[in-house]
């Protein structure tokens, strides 16, 4: 019998799961032999999170042991984190030791939170008004504070890399919208502090949101980083990054979107680019180094925002260029950088971008603002059913596979 390509996959998130599933749809499935190496035992789907804090009482599923997710004969799942690459070599070595051969390497591993930047914050998230949706384990204090809101609120957004740029305007904007008439008063203000010098990534989607910012009284100020925290006196810090100046802010409501980077072993390693994600080809998401790799998701150094539909567009491209790989025939699929990004502004409005890179799209059915309520109900009902059973089942992916 012909040896098994062995293909591994760093990194259980979306964008992994999402990649053993397009390949499980080749007709030659049986001639790879795939490796899961994931630390975590659960698979999280962090967008869920945003409506618990919101939702009393039912909840949106948003765990699933990786032992669910495929079938153990199917895949060889090594629950320990990658700790060092070696492309020039073709192995992965586990953080324990574990050397992982590959014929093709995806790398899938995401971007780490990093709270650790934000000094005095250590142990004080969900105490003190602090609070965070991108903390799993305190979403249930992140529900209490934001039930009921009362005088300054603040939302902080960091200067780093960051996947939750839409997910931090979606939380103001509904968190706003609860509030209604009590964040009119006087008394209440609202801020969102961005590190940024941009309130979103995309200049046209960035115009919408001041807009609407504006038509809510939510201000927001730019180029203002968190940097510490004083729990006990319930003062934020700020730096001014254009003057490099520091100023206070006292709050009752601080919410935290944390600074995040690129795991060690891949910005130290020979795959990073200079801010230490995967250096990739945009379009046909393969290293530009090393062709047997590929990367995926919030890793990839491809210009879009970070989001799931990214992922749901890439997972074809990379999954087909690995097939033609291993068959021997030309890279046939390229990304054309489409990313699709729902904000809801309230329990029955959304906001749809949709772009091509960083480049706004004007498409008639996704541009601008949605009075329909439909749009709402429709992404809570869609969002979880297309991201379980279509995103990581890749179900509904039209993957063009080469000829064998
Ligand atoms: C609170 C929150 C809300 C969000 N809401 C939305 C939304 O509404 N819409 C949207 O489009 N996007 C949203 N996002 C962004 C979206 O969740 C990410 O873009 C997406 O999860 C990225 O998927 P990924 O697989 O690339 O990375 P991840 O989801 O981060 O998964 C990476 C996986 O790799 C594993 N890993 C890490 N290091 C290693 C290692 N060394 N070795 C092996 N494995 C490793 C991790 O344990 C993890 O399981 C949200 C993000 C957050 C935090």
Not at 95 to 116: H, S
Not at 197 to 210: D, G, R
Not at 217 to 222: C, M, P, V, Y
């Amino acid at each position: 019998m012909a040896r098994r390509t062995k293909i591994v996959v760093v990194g259980g998130g979306p964008a992994g799961i999402a990649v053993i599933s397009g390949l499980r749809q080749w007709s030659s499935w049986d001639k790879v032999q795939i490796t899961l190496l994931e630390p975590s035992d659960f698979h999280f789907y962090q967008s869920a999170w945003i409506n618990s804090a919101f939702t009393m009482n039912k909840e949106t599923p948003s765990t699933r042991h990786i032992g669910e997710l495929f079938s153990p004969d199917d895949i060889n799942w090594v629950n320990e984190a990658a700790g060092e690459f070696s492309p020039e070599n073709n192995y992965v070595l586990t953080e324990t030791g574990l050397r992982i051969n590959y014929d093709y390497l995806v790398v899938a591993c995401g971007l780490q939170t990093d709270w650790e930047k934000i000094k005095g914050l250590h142990g004080k998230l969900g105490r003190e008004g602090i609070t965070s949706v991108a903390s799993y384990s305190t979403l249930n204090w992140t529900k209490s504070l934001f039930s009921q809101p009362s005088g300054k609120v603040i939302f902080t957004e960091p200067s780093t890399l960051c996947n939750m740029h839409s997910a931090g305007k979606e939380l103001i904007m509904r968190l706003q919208a609860k509030l209604g008439v009590n964040i009119k008063e006087p008394t209440n203000e609202i801020t969102y502090y961005s590190g940024s010098n941009a309130l979103y990534p995309v200049e046209a989607c960035q115009s919408v949101l001041k807009d609407r910012f504006k038509k809510n009284n939510i201000d927001w100020e730019l180029s203002k980083e968190l940097v510490e925290v004083k729990p006990k006196a319930k003062i934020a810090v700020f730096r001014n990054l254009i003057n490099n100046t520091y100023f206070e802010r006292d709050y009752d409501l601080l919410h935290i979107v944390p600074p995040m980077r690129s795991p060690f072993v891949v910005a130290r390693s020979a795959l990073a680019d200079e801010v230490g994600l995967v250096d990739v080809d945009q379009h046909t998401l393969q290293h530009k180094k090393y062709s047997n790799i590929f990367a995926i998701g919030d890793i990839a150094n491809t210009p879009v925002v970070k989001c799931i539909s990214a992922i749901k567009m890439q997972m074809p491209v990379v999954v087909s260029n690995i097939v033609a790989g291993i068959l021997g025939a030309q890279l046939l699929k390229k990304y054309d950088g489409t990313n699709n990004q729902v904000i809801m502004v309230s329990e029955h409005e959304a906001i749809l971008f949709r772009c091509k890179f960083m480049r706004h799209m004007n498409l008639p059915f996704s541009y601008g603002l949605s009075d329909s309520q439909a749009i709402g109900r429709l992404n809570n009902l869609l969002s979880p059913i297309s991201y379980w059973r279509y995103l990581l089942s890749a179900k509904s992916s039209r993957i063009p596979f080469p000829n064998s």
